[in-house]
């Protein structure tokens, strides 16, 4: 089965992408609702405009309509990624009624060496080579990435106070962490999660000790069942 990336749904040209790839077709993979357009539909943080993305707003209308505790399969189908598959969408504007590979866009950067190709190196030539590495080096240290990340935060039961839950989980500070849109999503038998963004700061902030160490300790845990990433891009 192939698989189709959707990357930064959360930005236009996300969105443009799902738009193209969703024209006349009613569901992301086959006839009917599957995990694939749970996953999707968690991705995008609010309706598409009807008028700018007509398919993809009327898709997240009628998943919205359906969501429930259960799927037919696994969402194998999709995944979301960094990278924004420019390949795909030119394929998908072109005529595409069905799933593409992936193409992935290679740069190669080559880095000049400052290599003495006539002849040995004096020690002024070494000292200055060496500088130069020292420098780059330092230069590398400075430089932190930073990722984009979407995460479910679910609750105990329908009798949690989702308010609460959304205060305790933006209570929590770190260096590096900035909280961003969220909105709360239905998964049945009237219990909702939230999925909230967040941007981090690589070197400084890990996803799994924020998990594990503060939302899902005394005293968030009075609200907070377990938490989920559904989609980590880099910036």
């Known amino acids: ?127 200055a080579a060496e500088a130069r590495d020292q420098a780059k080096a330092s230069t590398k240290k400075k430089e932190s990435g930073k990722s984009s990340v979407l995460m479910d935060v679910k609750p105990w039961d329908d009798e949690t106070d989702m308010k609460k839950l959304e205060e305790a989980v933006r209570s929590v500070e770190m260096e590096g962490l900035l909280w961003g849109a969220s909105k709360l999503v239905p998964v049945g038998y009237g219990i909702k999660k939230l999925t909230i963004m967040m941007t981090i700061v690589d070197d400084l902030v890990s996803v799994d000790t924020l998990i594990e160490e503060r939302l899902t300790v005394e005293p968030i845990n009075e609200y907070v069942q377990s938490c989920d990433i559904v989609a980590f891009n880099k910036i």
């Open 1 to 127: 089965m192939a698989v189709i990336t959707f990357s930064d749904l959360h930005t236009e040209a996300g969105l443009r992408f799902l738009e193209s790839f969703l024209s006349g077709k009613t569901y992301i993979s086959g006839n009917q609702i599957t995990k694939d357009d749970v996953k999707v539909y968690a991705a995008v943080l609010e309706k598409p405009n009807a008028d700018l993305y007509p398919s993809a707003s009327k898709w997240y209308d009628c998943v919205a309509s359906k969501l429930a505790t259960s799927f037919p399969g696994k969402a194998a189908g999709v995944r979301i990624s960094a990278q924004a598959p420019s390949a795909e969408a030119a394929l998908v504007n072109g005529a595409v009624n069905g799933v593409t590979n992936g193409v992935a866009k290679e740069d190669a950067a080559d880095e000049d060496d400052d290599l003495d190709l006539f002849g040995d190196e004096t020690e002024e030539e070494k000292k």
